[in-house]
């Protein structure tokens, strides 16, 4: 869509587009000659300063999203009350934790290096400070060299026999002493500024940490329970700055002359009557056009003859089951225009491909109600409510293929078939329809926990059943699956191995004809396009 009218109506155009939430526009380059990018209205600035400071706010608070959708208006007249005050508030608080921090890691160090001097039981002022004494204050690794070292002068050692020393030499015997204390593995310790005696010192130091310490924890108090006063509010408010911001700077967006203005974007034709009548009133110039692809048209040709079209951005159509997966799609990247979405495919073959692999009832359970968990606490954050759906999905399909395994918290309860007795005389446990079973129970693993073993009952004939379906290619599908056990023991690990292998051929053979169908209709994106392309890059795969 292509929009024109006078420029003094670019403000109202504007916010008839924000309004309609339909257009998307396209970021005017500078490159037409007579035209400029637009000015941003006159309160963006002031709007910018008051997002500025709910984004620091946002990020120094425990803010979480209301249980329910607020009005934008509701919003609005907060932010013109008490709110920013509010905001100012948590932002000095925020700071004073800081400075209150910064503090306690310089009390901390000061506490450290007293710590190390207190045992030597000198005043603090004494260890160092002397015209014709040269003091080493520090730790040694040889205590014996140490006071060999120290024989023309004095040494105090802690009273920890830890290796702190003190040394105190005539500068005339310090440059022969440096290189011996050396020698003894001496590592000088930093003497802090100060004087007095060391212990009364460090409690003063650990008491004025202590002091900033509830001080810093009244200020996180307070700071918190402005979150649970404020904190949804803010969550909402900067929702409603951040939109407000990007309309009265979409000016910047814009290509506008000495008197009028030029708007491009995109929209869906089905809103397009909807947008042209809206724009009615400020545009004199509508033109909406249908896109059509071109064949090949899509990604970045590299052939002189060749020419990229423009494409249009890509939204997902309107879904409900399957829109959780559109979380893996947004994460390996959304298909190009004309491309076959694959997320309704992904509904199917993810659960399944996942229940599978995991198959188990309490892995499934677990999964379901942390799945339900996110859901619940999502509130007015879809990204949460789909990532709950999302598990919700895999959670249910590990629990079904966890019914059909047979298998709870890593065991394994149903009875298996012993496939070497086959008549009722020769089997040792159980005769049923066919089939001598030996329950779980019984088997060389150990017994099974009652908490597990009671679930045979959630089965038919508590277990002791066995429906078989012969597929192609010498694949099975029996009930119970039993799949961590050989087929020439009654189990069916051979036939699983079967089952993902022809699965995963069919899922490839799935993604390749739908790749072969793209490049056919759309090109590769790098220029080449049809039958003999789409042969070559997918057909041949298939083959």
């Known amino acids: 869509m292509i929009a024109a009218g006078s420029k003094e ?31 941003p209205a006159g309160r963006s600035e002031e709007v910018g300063r008051d997002l500025v400071k709910a984004r620091a706010a946002r990020s120094v608070v425990n803010a979480s999203p209301p249980s329910k959708p607020l009005t934008a208006d509701e919003i609005r ?73 120290s024989l023309p002068g004095i040494m105090i050692e802690s009273r920890k026999q830890d290796g702190m020393v003190a040394i105190f030499l005539r500068n005339d015997d310090s440059e022969q002493a440096e290189s011996l204390l050396d020698s003894a593995g001496f590592q000088q310790t930093p003497i802090p500024l100060g004087s007095g005696s060391v212990t009364e010192l460090l409690s003063e130091i650990r008491g004025k940490k202590e002091e900033t310490l509830v001080e810093k924890s009244q200020l996180e108090s307070k700071l918190d329970s402005w979150s649970e006063s404020y904190g949804e509010t803010l969550v909402c408010g900067l929702e409603v700055l951040e939109r407000d911001h990007e309309i009265l700077t979409a000016p910047v967006r814009v290509a506008v002359s000495e008197h009028a203005f030029v708007v491009d974007g995109w929209l869906e034709m089905r809103r397009a009557e909807e947008v042209e009548s809206a724009l009615s009133d400020c545009c004199l110039h509508i ?23 423009q494409m249009p951005p890509i939204a997902y159509q309107e879904r409900n089951s399957s829109r959780p997966m559109e979380l893996l799609t947004d994460a390996v990247g959304r298909p190009a225009y004309g491309r076959i979405d694959p997320t309704v495919f992904m509904l199917i073959s993810y659960p399944l491909f996942f ?17 339900s968990l996110l859901i619940m606490r999502s509130g007015t954050n879809e990204m949460v409510m789909l990532g709950g759906k999302f598990l919700t999905y895999i959670g249910f399909a590990t629990l079904v293929f966890g019914y059909i395994y047979g298998e709870f918290a890593g065991f394994e309860f149903l009875p298996h078939i012993e496939t070497k007795y086959k008549t009722a005389e020769e089997c040792s446990y159980i005769w049923h329809q066919g089939y001598c079973y030996k329950d779980a129970y019984m088997l060389e693993k150990g017994d099974l926990p009652s908490w597990v073993s009671w679930m045979t009952s959630l089965y038919p004939n508590d277990g002791r059943i066995h429906y078989v379906l ?72 298939m083959l």
């Open 287 to 309: 033109e909406i056009t249908a896109f059509e692809m071109e064949a090949g048209g899509g990604g970045h040709g590299h052939s002189d003859h060749h020419h990229a079209q």
């Open 470 to 541: 012969e597929g192609p290619f010498d694949a099975a599908l029996t009930y119970p699956f039993h799949r961590v056990t050989p087929v020439d023991e009654g189990g069916n690990l051979e036939h699983l191995i079967l089952l993902t292998i022809y699965l995963g051929v069919i899922h490839i053979f799935i993604g390749l004809a739908i790749g072969f169908r793209d490049i056919l209709l759309y090109g590769n994106g790098h220029g080449g396009f049809g039958l003999v392309c789409a042969f070559f890059e997918k057909g041949t795969w």
């Open 355 to 371: 229940g599978m692999m995991l198959g188990d009832m309490a892995y499934g359970l677990a999964t379901i109600a942390l799945g």
């Open 9 to 39: 109506d670019l403000g109202k155009a504007i916010d008839v587009l924000a309004s309609l939430e339909a257009l998307h526009i396209v970021d005017y380059d500078d490159s037409e000659e007579g035209f400029s990018m637009g000015i």
């Open 77 to 149: 007249r907060k932010l013109d009350g008490s709110l920013q005050s509010e905001i100012e508030k948590a932002l000095e608080l925020s700071s004073k934790i800081s400075d209150l921090d910064a503090e306690i890691g310089l009390l901390e160090e000061q506490e450290d290096s007293l710590a190390e001097l207190e045992p030597l039981g000198v005043d603090l002022d004494l260890l160092s400070g002397y015209d014709s004494i040269t003091s080493y204050v520090g730790r040694v690794d040889n205590l014996s060299a140490a006071r060999e070292v």
